[in-house]
């Protein structure tokens, strides 16, 4: 999670939570923030295992005020993840939090080394949107920086797959434009195949003053989509 963290919240002098945490990434971009701040010692929490960076402090070194007695296994400092310009939040080899998350029964069970890594994708898998979808697609990248007119192209693979599908986004995303290898919107996937499907920006349509940040959808027909985030500006 990016942003500025967790908290409590309390009223009139009493601070409730009962919160628990495991295996989670949180990087602040704020200096002054904490990744988890509990307003009051409860003793009702239960944190760990988790890692705490912030972007805005010298080493990424995160900020963390849970309970007494929490987070004795949290990592502070930033993480290496692949590729975060192209969406791919997976941990590199070396990073933090690789081998250091807690074996949760039901949530992290398969793991490739000595205990599963810390956050939502294990370090040496392919990459996988997040969260993670019972799809048999992947994409090489899920994030498209666009500048301009210019355009990107993205490959859509296929495992064991025949299906239609669709593209899909808001109609509020008139400045985005996402086309596959025939010019159209939709199309047939078969298995074991690689598909491109081209995206482009239009500037003059951008909101008032704004780039264009959207998200476009690979649909198939039982519901279960592909998303790809689009930044854009001018």
């Known amino acids: 999670m990016f942003g500025d963290g967790i908290a409590s919240v309390g009223y009139n002098g009493d601070y409730y939570w009962n919160g628990t945490t495991r295996n989670n990434i949180l990087i602040c971009t704020n200096r002054t923030k904490a990744g988890i701040y509990q307003m009051k010692s409860v003793g009702t929490d239960d944190f760990n295992f988790d890692l705490f960076g912030n972007t805005a ?38 990073s933090l939090g690789v081998d250091q998350g807690q074996y949760i029964p039901n949530f992290a069970e398969n793991y490739n080394g000595s205990s599963p890594d810390i956050g939502a994708l294990e370090s040496g898998n392919a990459a996988e949107t997040v969260p993670i979808r019972p799809i048999l697609l992947t994409a090489n990248k899920y994030q498209i920086n666009l500048t301009g007119e210019t355009s990107q192209t993205i490959t859509i693979n296929t495992k064991n797959l025949t299906s239609s599908y669709k593209i899909l986004k808001n109609d509020s995303f008139d400045w985005l434009s996402i086309l596959n290898e025939q010019n159209k919107t939709e199309g047939t996937f078969s298995p074991n195949s690689s598909y491109t499907f081209t995206i482009k920006a239009d500037p003059t349509l951008f909101p008032s003053g704004k780039n264009g940040k959207g998200v476009f959808l690979i649909r198939l027909p039982n519901g279960i989509s592909l998303p790809i985030t689009v930044y854009a500006n001018q």
């Open 57 to 94: 402090l010298a080493g990424g070194i995160g900020i963390v005020k849970p309970s007494t007695g929490n987070e004795a296994n949290g990592i502070f400092g930033m993480p290496s993840f692949v590729n975060m310009q192209e969406g791919n939040y997976n941990l590199t080899p070396s």
